[in-house]
């Protein structure tokens, strides 16, 4: 899959997360610290800190921009970055950003916490065009700018960087439990409807470019969902308690969402789903279409 500004939604894992809290989740892990460095140096945050969402992490824009060199203003609820000639522009409780004039839709809305502006971390390797590795043992996100990581400079010249979108097949990570109960003998896809029953231990949000926050669907209930245009896409997660570990899957209803950048542009009456896995500690993306991960899935125990 190309390189996208969207994939950062799918942020840092699905698939990996040492201590989660979940706003669908009542009485989940307390959220632990999540440290990060630019160029082996700390950045400081005065008040609000990053912190994880479910499968993500989200990270105040200001502080992290400004420590890459970027320049951030605020007008009318309106985030506008700007950096080597780019202009990026977000405004608050949307999940539509603006780079150079084109929109993508988000599978994570901005948000505003403590007076403080947060997106998910994987906004800093797309739309800031910085590479991004991260921890789970430590839970310290390391960012390195192009500058940084030069010939020269000391980075392993050996070590390629990971594109975060970028997955030979779809893979199945640690846990599966979740893509078990979701993708055997549960989603069919028929006459362009995505039928499924939510499973009993997961969260479950439907988000479009018109339900803002998104839509939470309950766990146990059945649903019919359009395949096509402007459908969005649902993201439904699993935390496993005492593992340390978030299963997650974003499946898009509609195969020409900007996140997948018309790399499954001429799928038909099917859908796409994407998971984020942490491959010795960088994170990979894989994805597929969604008839090909239920018929995978058979694999699953």
Known sequence: MKKGLVGLLMSIVIGFVAAVSSPLTAGAAPVKTVTVEVDGKAVVFPDAKPYMEGSRVLIPVRFVSEAL???VKY???????TKDGKT?????????V??????????????VKQNRTFVPLRFVSEALEAKVVWSSKTLLVSITTKEASEPGTGEDP???PVNPEQSVEFKWGKYTDLGSALFKNNVTVKDGNLKFTVPANAQAVWYTSANGNG???KAGKSYTKSLGKGQGYLMITQIYPGKDYV????????????TLNGA???LIDDGVVSTTLVVNGNMVETSAPLLEVINSAKQLK
Do not use: C, F
């Open 75 to 81: 007008s009318n609820k309106t985030v506008v970055i």
């Open 215 to 217: 839509e939470e669907l």
């Open 264 to 266: 499954y542009s001429g």
């Open 69 to 71: 060199g970027a320049e």
């Open 158 to 160: 050996g070590t390629p």
């Open 98 to 111: 603006t780079v150079d004039g084109k929109d993508i839709t988000l599978d994570v809305p901005v948000r």
């Open 247 to 258: 299963e997650g899957y974003a499946i898009y209803l509609d195969v020409n969402d900007g």
């Open 88 to 96: 990026i522009s977000m405004k608050v409780n949307t999940n539509t």
